[in-house]
């Protein structure tokens, strides 16, 4: 086994994860993005069809 000093100095030098671990933030940056337009979206479509099926129940009763 490394001594924990040595261990800690070539962690931090080894930047083969630094890549993987980038991508994954953008990932979830772009993961967290899309849920938030995607609820604003989806009120804003749920209270459109409310509408528009209104508009189809009145058409019918008249």
Do not use: C, H, N, W
Request: a negative charge; charged letters at 20%; zero cysteines.
């Amino acid at each position: 086994m490394l001594p924990l000093g040595r261990f800690f100095r070539r962690l931090a030098t080894d930047e083969k994860g630094v890549t993987a671990i980038e991508y994954g933030l953008i990932a979830a940056l772009i993961a967290v993005g899309l849920i938030g337009a995607m609820t604003t979206l989806g009120d804003e479509l749920q209270s459109m069809y409310d509408i528009i099926i209104s508009a189809q129940v009145d058409a019918a009763i008249d």
